[in-house]
C-alpha cells in the first residue's frame, strides 16, 4: 500500500518537472544576439552529429578531436553570455556542457567508450537548454 503511494507521488512530481520545462521555455528571452558567433555553433552542430558515432566506433583520437570542438562551442558561450551580464541561466549551462565533455574525455582516455557514449547522449539536452531560453524561436 505505501509502496503504491510513493510511485504515485512520483509521477505527479515528474509530471511537474514537465510542466515547469514548459514554462521555461515560456519564459523565453529575447536579447540581443547580432555579435553571436554562429558560424561556431554551426560547426558544433556539425561536428557532435559524429560525436557519439566516434565513439562508438572507439576511434579515441577523433572523438578527443570532436570533443575539442565542442568545448570551444560552450567556451565561447559561456564567455559570451557572461560577458552580456544578467545572464547567470546561460552561463550555468554552459558551464555544465563544459563539465560534461571534460567528463566524456576522461572516459575516452580511459578507453571506457560505453560510458563516454552514455555521456555523449546527453550533450545535446545541454544545448538546447540554453537555445530553449536564449535562441530566437525562428531560427
Ligand atoms: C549557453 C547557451 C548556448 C549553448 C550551451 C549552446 N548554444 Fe547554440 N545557440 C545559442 C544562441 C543564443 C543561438 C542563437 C544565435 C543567434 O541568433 O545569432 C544559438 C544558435 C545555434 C545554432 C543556429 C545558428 C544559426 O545560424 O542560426 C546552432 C546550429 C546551434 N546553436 C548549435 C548548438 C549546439 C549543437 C550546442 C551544444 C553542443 C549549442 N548550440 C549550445 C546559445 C547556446
Do not use: W
Request: hydrophobic residues 40%; proline residues 2%.
Amino acid at each position: 500500500m505505501r509502496r503504491k503511494t510513493a510511485r504515485k507521488f512520483a509521477v505527479s512530481v515528474g509530471l511537474c518537472a514537465t510542466l515547469l520545462g514548459g514554462m521555461a521555455y515560456a519564459e523565453h528571452k529575447d536579447i540581443d544576439l547580432k555579435d553571436y558567433d554562429d558560424d561556431l555553433m554551426h560547426d558544433v552542430d556539425r561536428v557532435l552529429k559524429f560525436f557519439e558515432p566516434d565513439i562508438t566506433a572507439g576511434n579515441a583520437a577523433n572523438a578527443l578531436d570532436d570533443a575539442g570542438v565542442i568545448r570551444d562551442g560552450f567556451t565561447y558561450s559561456k564567455g559570451y553570455f557572461s560577458k552580456k551580464g544578467n545572464a547567470e541561466d546561460a552561463v550555468k549551462i554552459a558551464q555544465d556542457g563544459l563539465d560534461l565533455v571534460a567528463s566524456i574525455e576522461k572516459s575516452v582516455e580511459a578507453k571506457d567508450f560505453s560510458g563516454a557514449a552514455t555521456l555523449a547522449r546527453q550533450v545535446p539536452n545541454t544545448c538546447k537548454a540554453c537555445h530553449e531560453i536564449y535562441k530566437p524561436r525562428n531560427k
